[in-house]
């Protein structure tokens, strides 16, 4: 990305006021009562929405109670549990792993680095960032389909490969926003910047959106 002048540095400032007053979520979209829910809720969300994850965790919360039970989970059983959420198999065997490796070496507490949380089973950069965000209140920024592709869309970034994308908005956007983008964007791809569907007639951001299709 190029250095922003003064006017794009000024539509940006715009663009992030709009998504403040538009959007003012602080609540992450995954239902969750401890670190460890919400490792476990983000793994099952690839690939599946929020919403599903959601109903799924439900019952699946309370059936392993604790992240021991899910570490002593039957794997066959556990791949059942979660199979609304596909891609079972793999999201069964993370889970179980991490819970596992947690207890090992974290004594069942949640490391806040993003390598520490990288080197966990499942868990690569979005994932991490998520807890970061959610759990330790740290700086940064989760880049999923609804960052990637309305951040590009936006100008805010130019390409479609989700750790370079990151750290376009890392250099791009204040500290203060970084936790917000994310819960913004997805707001805003859900209701308005909607994938193969946009309303951009109705959406407040077109006149500041080098994507519109008017």
Same mark, same amino acid.
């Given at each position: 990305?190029?250095?922003?002048?003064?006017?794009?540095? *000024? $539509? #940006?400032?715009? &663009?992030?006021?709009? /998504?403040?007053?538009? !959007? +003012?979520?602080?609540?992450? %979209?995954?239902?969750?009562?401890?670190?460890?829910?919400?490792?476990?809720?983000?793994?099952?969300?690839?690939?599946?929405?929020? *919403? $599903? #994850?959601?109903? &799924?965790?439900?019952? /699946?919360?309370?059936? !392993? +109670?604790?992240?021991?039970? %899910?570490?002593?989970?039957?794997?066959?059983?556990?791949?059942?549990?979660v199979?609304?959420?596909?891609?079972?198999?793999?999201? *069964?065997l993370h889970?179980?792993?991490?819970?596992? /490796?947690?207890?090992?070496?974290?004594?069942?507490?949640?490391?806040?680095?993003?390598?520490?949380?990288t080197?966990?089973?499942?868990?690569?950069?979005?994932?991490?960032?998520?807890?970061?965000?959610?759990?330790?209140?740290?700086?940064?920024?989760?880049?999923?389909?609804?960052?990637?592709?309305?951040?590009?869309?936006?100008?805010?970034?130019?390409?479609?490969?989700?750790v370079?994308?990151?750290?376009?908005?890392?250099?791009?956007?204040?500290?203060?926003?970084?936790?917000?983008?994310?819960?913004?964007?997805?707001?805003?791809?859900?209701?308005?910047?909607i994938?193969?569907?946009?309303?951009?007639?109705?959406?407040?951001?077109?006149?500041?959106?080098?994507?519109?299709k008017?």
């Amino acid at each position: 990305m190029k250095t922003q002048n003064m006017s794009e540095k *000024a $539509r #940006v400032g715009e &663009l992030l006021r709009l /998504l403040d007053e538009l !959007y +003012p979520r602080e609540k992450c %979209f995954l239902d969750h009562e401890s670190p460890w829910q919400l490792l476990c809720a983000t793994i099952l969300s690839a690939q599946c929405t929020d *919403a $599903r #994850v959601n109903i &799924l965790t439900k019952d /699946l919360f309370k059936k !392993y +109670p604790t992240i021991e039970a %899910f570490a002593e989970a039957d794997l066959k059983e556990l791949e059942e549990d979660v199979k609304p959420a596909g891609f079972y198999r793999n999201k *069964a065997l993370h889970i179980r792993d991490c819970a596992r /490796l947690l207890i090992e070496k974290y004594k069942g507490e949640m490391p806040s680095s993003v390598e520490e949380l990288t080197a966990l089973p499942g868990v690569g950069r979005k994932t991490a960032n998520v807890i970061r965000c959610h759990i330790f209140n740290e700086p940064s920024i989760v880049v999923d389909t609804h960052v990637k592709r309305i951040s590009r869309l936006l100008g805010l970034t130019d390409t479609d490969d989700p750790v370079k994308a990151e750290f376009q908005l890392m250099e791009l956007l204040p500290k203060e926003h970084w936790i917000r983008i994310n819960l913004q964007l997805i707001d805003h791809g859900r209701s308005i910047c909607i994938s193969g569907r946009p309303k951009c007639a109705e959406c407040r951001l077109n006149g500041l959106c080098p994507g519109k299709k008017l």
